[in-house]
């Protein structure tokens, strides 16, 4: 960490700095510069908050060399992270695994249909949303229990574990239950209160980017997790926000390379949600794994058009199963299996 | 409500669809394009998703041309809505009210200290964070119940209502007993589940701009609040994320005019966060009365290099007052009291 | 096009408006709304300014419902374009074309030796910067006509056509003769006056996607240099600018299917610059072959870290022929040849 | 500057960069980190290139702690610039100067009535377009020459110094002759050429801030100009790009603060382009003027549903005499006259 005081400085001001770092068992370093104080810290910077010590009107920056994260730093970690969901592997050099389903659990019926129909495609998680974070309060709000009751009978009978989204504290031992990878969602990545009750299980957790967060703060949100003890933790991108109008969100794939240097943690990426239009999902799918991502998780339905939510990113079934057809020959290439 | 369909849609998808709205209540209309088909929809269009819409293959696009919120839209209420926070009344042509206080609450003297200046410098709500929503797990995250406490009395004791973050449903009951006003931070501004509760209650809410969040998402959650029967809602602009390195964030004070124009709910400005730097706090305060700001929430701290986060951002109690008085005097210019 | 206006609108205004537009040959029907008085606007909507028409008080606002480019748009001429670059085909079901090269022309050996290198490796245009666009005065600004002169004589040597980067009207003589492909980049896609002198020319141009714009504005820009005559544009998508900073720019790879779809003009992607960063280079190449783009453009040197600019996201020339083989075999199952 | 090295950096990799940095005068002094190699660059650092430092595969990043501009940084320049255009000083104490016109030059009459109009209001500064820059290759391009003359028969006759933007080089020797301020557009702020170009005039700049630049690269643009022996430069800040959709671009007014912290520039502001949106106007000019910026330019118009171009953001002439009023109110309190 790099602390830049101003040259104005008084030296009580200076030594009282340098002070407090050092009683933390970190050391400080001083390179006079011509126009500014920089010092270097040297140590375990990640106990150092750097809005605390930019406060100091002597401050004029603080920068970080090292990143603020531990747990999910690669650096300290050096061998990938497997996720065993319910006996499907994410991550490392195992297989490719793609996740489907429709974005709503609608019925008993469908949503056995459903996961009749990802599992033969060749998916191996069903997703279902049950619990639906939903811009408008007058839109459909999913089916809340019933919908993850429907959702665990289906994925036993199917021979496919389950992923949803917890919105909700109160709803954690239900999903302990009966979900086999807890969802967060891009909207919850900083619900830090409920970051922190996830990692007081040992579940799964799918861990959305937010729309508008950093990939620092995306590690630092796995980090909370972490921090409480599960170390089970999936990356998923889903587009950020930008300003561009012919997507929903802007895909950002460059976020698979660098989480796979900067942690150990696998990455999923969700091309439905990113792009918000079924007719950009294969190409971006197919992009994800010649990327190297360790997984897909991809929003299909047997009637799109009247989904009860989102059908204009759902794929209908037969392209589900050509793209996971087309998705294991860029794996070959790019040696993995799917 | 807009949608265009294809040229080659099928008459029974275009009779399909036409039949579908038509029995929610609305009424559709063609118009025939050259290249596309496009069709009106006349009536409350809040309760049509324009997702499941453009669902269909053969849609286009689906564009709004009236808003999806309806509570929180002038045009159904033309009057101002004035929110009495224990007796500070805020919004309408009422006087402009400054809130003040430390990003957290540290100790019980340190709180009666600060309540006492932020009183005396002429603010009229107390400020406090007692449970913090934090980047890091390692940072500090708060004192919680305890600091609430300390906020209640010094509250009562300089007669100024408190506003705190509520970030999670489980510590609503403790809100509602010991808060005036109920801020919803911008990380959970989409927090659906929260704001349905804090929508049940009759608790006035400040409800703070998500970090990427359009106007319009805004004024859909400010919805979600109201739609419980909460109609106390105060929106808070703090500042919205951008490409820019030189400051935290970016205060869109546009948002001023437009919330007036677009809603009837009263607008405040949170120049603290949205800078994180306070050489820019009285110059971004001062803007913001001037476009017209109902109030002010400001971050001050008696000693902020010591504060216990965001030192940097706070204002010294000296600067905090010379704002008030600098503001009292835009505000006149304006027509409004402060 | 859509047009709202106000309920309040008066009749005359009404009148006008519909005039003003029916002059011009185009079509209004009237959907007459509860809240607003809507009208479409059927023809060819590309000569309408959709900004003048908002200018009046009682338009509330106006949306386009097709594009407002038309010789770019597939709509109109559904059959890919495929642009002749000396000799090498880019587009359509042409195989995917690699250009390599230094960000700057060196010296004459150096030159010689990069042509040769890229060649060797599978390239098929020789990229390089001889004008360079560099935030900093007091960086290295470029060779100039020296080095557009070493690349023409290196290009011809090695039997690949060049594409170099034209900053300014005053060079373009230079460029028409030298220079098999002219590239625009991200800085200069508004520089409407560029755009129309390349447009007077027959020659190929790299149209870069600037950092903040569109993908509409790219397809307008695109759109001035076909209105002058020139038809042999090629898109270049090479990041847009974001929040994140991991990544020097986000690489957009969505552009791909959005651009086959909306036009038929070739796209290619540049990694080098989207990432900013050479060990995510090899990743984003392989995933946009995948996307189906048309080709690449990528940056290599014989010794990045003494390359004279943005050596940190310069291949090694071992890592440039890697790349060629392994996108070589993601293209085939895509069905395309490289 | 800091520089940080990988832990399994080499040492001769390690003392070829240090040296190479020494041989240009600078120091080096090395801070030995616990995971990587830390480097503190002291000296005149704006002669350095940190994307050539980062080229090193050794290299982890570079982080400048003093900024890379230095003509334009109040460090070294601690007065105010005061720009004198043709007789109305801009910048320091001295009064805020109201510019104001139309978006385009239109006719001779009208360019004389808006002349007239403005100075009759209290502006001091006529704006105008005569090269319009337009998204649409079929939208009005401005009367180009025959718009400068009618301005400047104009601005003399009303005793107004006239701005207008400059597009293109070969228009330079017109716009040094007949126009007192020359405008560069966002869309140009990284022409480099033009910049380099009006650096060698000492004609006064209004230098516009791009639509996707930091404030960094805004004031390295002023930079050209200023290394070229122009240090005449006025900054404009007209709005950045963001995801928000109910303004044409978001205001960021904090620039104005900034701007006069980190440089001894004139900071004006222009509302009109910024919102987009006439309704708008008149809270961002007050809140500007609150904000401390040297002056504002705005679009009015005697008809702005008639106007050639951007009618919507133009105020009535009624509407901006109305605004300078107020403004000069907001003026005195915050010490300044108008």
Same mark, same amino acid.
């Given at each position: 960490?790099?602390?830049?005081?101003?040259?104005?400085?008084?030296?009580?001001?200076?030594?009282?700095?340098?002070?407090?770092?050092?009683?933390?068992?970190?050391?400080?370093?001083?390179?006079?510069?011509?126009?500014?104080?920089?010092?270097?810290?040297?140590?375990?910077?990640?106990?150092?908050?750097?809005?605390?010590?930019?406060?100091?009107?002597?401050?004029?920056?603080?920068?970080?060399?090292?990143?603020?994260?531990?747990?999910?730093?690669?650096?300290?970690?050096?061998?990938?992270?497997?996720?065993?969901?319910?006996?499907?592997?994410?991550?490392?050099?195992?297989?490719?695994?793609?996740?489907?389903?429709?974005?709503?659990?609608?019925?008993?019926?469908?949503?056995?249909?459903?996961?009749?129909?990802?599992?033969?495609?060749?998916?191996?998680?069903?997703?279902?949303?049950?619990?639906?974070?939903?811009?408008?309060?007058?839109?459909?709000?999913?089916?809340?229990?019933?919908?993850?009751?429907?959702?665990?009978?289906?994925?036993?009978?199917?021979? @496919? $574990? +389950? &992923?949803?989204?917890?919105?909700?504290?109160?709803?954690?031992?239900?999903? #302990? !239950?009966?979900?086999? /990878?807890?969802?967060?969602?891009?909207?919850?990545?900083?619900?830090?209160?409920?970051?922190?009750?996830?990692?007081?299980?040992?579940?799964?957790?799918?861990?959305?980017?937010?729309?508008?967060?950093?990939?620092?703060?995306?590690?630092?949100?796995?980090?909370?997790?972490?921090?409480?003890?599960?170390?089970?933790?999936?990356?998923?991108?889903?587009?950020?926000?930008?300003?561009?109008?012919?997507?929903?969100?802007?895909?950002?794939?460059?976020?698979?390379?660098?989480?796979?240097?900067?942690?150990? @943690? $696998? +990455? &999923?990426?969700?091309?439905?949600?990113?792009?918000?239009?079924?007719?950009? #999902? !294969?190409?971006?799918? /197919?992009?994800?794994?010649?990327?190297?991502?360790?997984?897909?998780?991809?929003?299909?339905?047997?009637?799109?058009?009247?989904?009860?939510?989102?059908?204009?990113?759902?794929?209908?079934?037969?392209?589900?199963?050509?793209?996971?057809?087309?998705?294991?020959?860029?794996?070959?290439?790019?040696?993995?299996?799917?």
């Amino acid at each position: 960490m790099i602390i830049t005081m101003k040259k104005l400085a008084p030296q009580e001001e200076i030594d009282r700095m340098v002070q407090s770092i050092e009683l933390k068992g970190l050391h400080v370093t001083m390179i006079s510069g011509t126009d500014y104080n920089v010092f270097g810290v040297v140590g375990d910077t990640t106990i150092l908050d750097d809005r605390k010590l930019s406060a100091s009107p002597y401050v004029d920056n603080v920068q970080r060399v090292s990143a603020p994260y531990k747990l999910a730093n690669r650096v300290f970690h050096p061998a990938d992270t497997v996720v065993d969901v319910s006996g499907v592997k994410v991550g490392g050099s195992e297989p490719i695994v793609v996740m489907g389903g429709p974005c709503s659990i609608e019925s008993e019926s469908h949503t056995d249909e459903m996961a009749r129909l990802v599992g033969e495609a060749g998916g191996r998680i069903f997703r279902g949303g049950a619990y639906k974070p939903r811009t408008s309060p007058y839109a459909f709000q999913g089916l809340g229990s019933e919908g993850i009751r429907y959702m665990a009978v289906a994925g036993k009978k199917y021979g @496919l $574990p +389950i &992923v949803s989204e917890l919105m909700s504290i109160d709803k954690l031992d239900e999903f #302990v !239950e009966n979900v086999d /990878l807890i969802q967060i969602g891009a909207r919850n990545m900083q619900n830090f209160d409920l970051l922190k009750e996830v990692g007081k299980t040992k579940k799964p957790v799918l861990l959305k980017r937010g729309l508008a967060n950093t990939i620092e703060e995306w590690l630092m949100s796995a980090e909370y997790i972490m921090a409480g003890g599960n170390e089970n933790v999936i990356l998923c991108e889903r587009g950020i926000r930008t300003f561009e109008k012919y997507t929903r969100n802007t895909l950002d794939l460059s976020v698979v390379p660098i989480v796979k240097q900067r942690s150990h @943690l $696998p +990455i &999923v990426i969700d091309p439905s949600h990113a792009t918000g239009d079924r007719k950009l #999902v !294969e190409a971006m799918s /197919l992009a994800a794994i010649a990327a190297g991502a360790d997984g897909l998780i991809i929003e299909t339905h047997c009637d799109p058009p009247h989904a009860l939510s989102d059908g204009a990113q759902c794929l209908y079934p037969s392209q589900f199963a050509f793209l996971i057809e087309k998705g294991r020959e860029i794996a070959r290439v790019v040696g993995r299996d799917l």
